[in-house]
Structures are given as C-alpha cells and as structure tokens.
C-alpha cells in the first residue's frame, strides 16, 4: 500500500497510550475480556475513594448533598450518551432488575407474545419465562448461524399478539450488530414495543435511542462503560411513562418519595418510576467515572479504534489457522470475537498463566478489545495462543 492510499490511523484527545497508562491492569497483563468487564480506570478507582471519603466525613448527611446529586449526574450522563432527556433514564441494580421491572408493567391478555431471538442473554428470556403462569408467552427466532438473526425472521415471527420484540443490540456470544431502527419499524407496524439489551453495545457501538425509535434500552457500566458490577441503565420513551404502572417497585418510584406516603403508590413522572430502592452509591460513583471515559473520547472515535483493533485480532487469529466466527464485514459485527476450539477453558486458563486475559463460552473462546488495547496485546496473546496449538 502506497503513503498516500494508506489510511490514517484513528486519534483520541489525549494519545492513546496515555489513556492506557490509566488501566493499571496492563502493567502486568494483557486485557482482552471488556465484553465481561471493562478494565478498571484510575479515574474509576478515585471516584469510589471519593464516595468513600464522603462517607467516612459526612455520615448519612452525604445523602442530601454529594450522594444524591451524583444519582442526577449519572442519569444525566447516561442520557446524554444514549441521545435521550436526563427525564427517560432511570437507575437498576442489573440488567436483569431493569427488565424485570418493564415486564412487569404488562398484562399479557390481548398480547401474550414476547419475541426474542435464541441468541440473547439468557437472563432476557428468563423475565417472560418467569411470567407463563401469568400468560406470558417466549416466542424464540432462531439464528440461523449462532452468531446473529436476519431481521426477516424477525418480521415472520412479531405479529399483533405480540407486547414486546426484546433483544440485544450487539449480540454476546458472537459480536453481530443488530439493526435496531429498522426492529423498531417492524414492532411499531404490529402495534408492538421494542426493548434493547445494548449491554454489549453502548460505549462501543454509537446509540441514539431517539433516532431508533427505540421504547426501552438497558445497558450498564459493567463492561464497555467501563464502571464495574452493581448499576445498571434504563432508557424508556418519555410518551409511554405515563401509561405504565411497574409492578415491581419501591420508594424511589414515589413522585414525592420523601413525603414518606405509605398510602399512595404515585408513580414518578419520569423513568424513575421504574426504580425500586437505595442503589449501591459507590457503583453509582464508579459508574459516573467510567462513562467520563467514554464522553471524553467520543463514541465515534472508539468505534472506529475498534475497527482497527478487531481487525488486527482477526488477522492475528487467522495467521494461526484458526476461525474466528464473523458474520457479515467490520460494520455488521462490534468488538468481540469468538472462535472454536475444542477446550475453552483449558486454553484461557493456559492464556491466563501467560498473563494474557480472555475468556470462553460453550464450544469457543471470547475475545475482545477496547480503545486502551494496543497492538502488543494482541501479538502477546497471539504468541501464547499458538503454544495451544495442536
Ligand atoms: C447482553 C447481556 N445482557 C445481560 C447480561 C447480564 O446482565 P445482569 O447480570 O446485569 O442481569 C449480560 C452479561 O453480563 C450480557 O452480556
């Protein structure tokens, strides 16, 4: 390739290397498992020793100053992430939390039918599994390869007995892109809603849940918001809010929670209708510190360090005569990479001796890389992967 043909390689802020330097994790190894938990940052670990701080000197008097204005500015800087008003986003302890809270909020009567792809998280299928006795019906679209679902099985299987589409946006086992905007469409048509699980998209993949006409999204800072275990986020479409009554609920659902009403269950007007109870604090500091790395940098740019970066990994993979499992080209698939081997876990407890982090899945190896991952990283795994060659 000539100079001049050659593209230019992707830029941040501040080098990349320095915001590596942030992860202390790459002193010693070589990370490549953010599609299980992002890294921790420095600015991550000092906003949990400030929450801790706070704590130590405030007592629960941190509650009405510091502690409660960073529960704002967290589901502030989700909204702002995800293209939705501070108002549409409310705060969960999971994933898991977020959704069981939506479904309870249907009554699956006219509409029994919950439509997810065979492919998801198992914990999506599990909120409508949990709720047959009470008439809820899974109806699972297979994928056809394991990696993804062509939107028109989707097409075939919604239809006006369905409440909700519910699936990822980025596939976990396999890194494939789904077409959100045009699942919004399809649901829309049929009278019925859409809800994302971006937990391995947001912070990777760009989002905008208006653009999408998406009805709810969760997402989370364990993985690529960079925040660790114990918050989770909510997106939910300012014109439903009115209309739904979760079922699972608590105090912070209360309009006027501080009214200490034990009579009256009103519901907030905004998302945090679909709150519950004290969220953890220090994860809710962690969270906030994490997603600064993201706003910082900008989605954009890290999607496009990602393309980068997964196609190194890919080469590298295939240099050894393995497979990695791809569906369509680079836009159709975000930065997690699996591919067949015949001992999973064998292989990444051998990686993980050679100080190289990845992690497996039935039948596959997981591996994923993230803007503070560098071409080392890769080659290390690489060298240590061919010594499990057989
Ligand atoms: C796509 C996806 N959804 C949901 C989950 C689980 O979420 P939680 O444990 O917060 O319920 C995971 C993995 O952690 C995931 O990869």
């Not at 953010?34 to 704590?55: I, K």
């Not at 919004?184 to 849940?209: E, F, I, K, N, T």
Request: include cysteine.
């Amino acid at each position: 390739m000539t100079e001049a043909v050659r593209p230019r390689p992707v830029t941040s802020p501040r080098s990349w290397r320095a915001y590596r330097d942030e992860f202390a994790i790459f002193e010693r190894h070589a990370y490549l498992n953010t599609c299980s938990l992002g890294a921790l940052g420095a600015r991550v670990r000092a906003a949990v020793e400030r929450f801790l701080g706070l704590w130590n000197e405030w007592g629960a008097s941190a509650w009405y100053g510091p502690w409660w204005a960073e529960l704002d500015a967290l589901r502030a800087s989700v909204a702002g992430l995800l293209g939705a008003d501070p108002d549409e986003v409310a705060l969960a302890p999971s994933i898991s939390g977020a959704l069981a809270a939506v479904a309870s909020c249907f009554e699956y009567r006219a509409r029994p039918r919950v439509v997810v792809a065979d492919v998801d998280f198992p914990t999506v299928p599990y909120q409508w599994l949990a709720r047959a006795e009470r008439g809820a019906h899974v109806e699972f679209v297979r994928s056809p390869d394991g990696l993804g679902v062509p939107i028109e099985a989707f097409e075939q299987a919604i239809d006006e007995r369905t409440a909700l589409v519910a699936t990822s946006h980025v596939y976990f086992q396999s890194g494939a892109v789904q077409d959100i905007a045009a699942l919004a469409r399809l649901a829309h048509a049929r009278g019925a809603y859409l809800l994302v699980d971006a937990y391995q998209s947001v912070g990777q993949l760009p989002v905008d849940v208006h653009a999408a006409d998406a009805d709810f999204l969760v997402t989370g800072g364990l993985k690529w918001l960079l925040g660790g275990p114990g918050v989770a986020y909510l997106y939910a479409r300012r014109a439903l809010l009115q209309a739904l009554r979760p079922a699972v609920s608590g105090w912070f659902a209360h309009r006027d929670q501080f009214a200490f009403d034990t009579r009256h269950l009103e519901y907030a007007d905004t998302a945090r209708r679909f709150e519950a109870g004290t969220p953890s604090v220090a994860a809710v500091y962690a969270g906030r510190a994490g997603l600064e790395y993201v706003h910082e940098i900008g989605v954009d740019r890290i999607r496009a360090r990602q393309i980068e970066l997964t196609a190194a990994l890919v080469d590298g993979l295939r240099s050894l005569g393995l497979r990695p499992r791809l569906r369509g080209d680079q836009t159709a698939h975000a930065g997690i990479v699996t591919v067949p081997v015949e001992d999973p876990s064998a292989v990444v407890a051998a990686l993980r001796r050679d100080g190289v982090i990845i992690d497996s899945r039935p039948g596959v190896i997981r591996l994923s890389t993230y803007f503070y991952n560098t071409d080392e990283d890769i080659d290390r795994a690489m060298a240590s992967l061919r010594t499990q060659m057989p």
